[in-house]
């Protein structure tokens, strides 16, 4: 194996290699090798990288989505229900000769 100082870089013959692509092994010049996530990396095998398949997600990932908000309704519409029906059991007493009642032209 040569060491790299003897090195040309794969797209451009006359130019020196400065760094070798760990993916492809070739060796490449200043203007074809980048650096992405602190690694070196030519463009051809950056490219593979930036188009590699998505993970694929689970079968149930949707059904799981959708009980998820179906419980959160569910529990949204129970609390309201249970603060309904809380005022409702307030006696008449406690809301009576309130401010909303008062007939505020009568006051002297």
């Given at each position: ?42 463009a ?9 398949p ?25 609390f309201?229900y ?11 007493s ?6 909303w ?6 006051r002297?």
């Amino acid at each position: 194996m040569h060491n790299l100082a003897s090195q040309r870089c794969f797209n451009h013959s006359q130019r020196e290699a400065v760094a070798r692509c760990p993916q492809c092994s070739h060796c490449f010049c200043r203007e074809c090798i980048t650096e992405h996530d602190d690694r070196v990396s030519c463009a051809a095998c950056l490219r593979k990288l930036a188009h590699a398949p998505p993970l694929r997600r689970r079968a149930f990932a949707g059904v799981a989505r959708f009980a998820e908000c179906l419980l959160g309704l569910v529990a949204a519409w129970f609390f309201f229900y249970l603060m309904g029906e809380t005022l409702l059991a307030l006696p008449t007493s406690f809301h009576e000769n309130t401010v909303w009642k008062a007939n505020w032209w009568d006051r002297e």
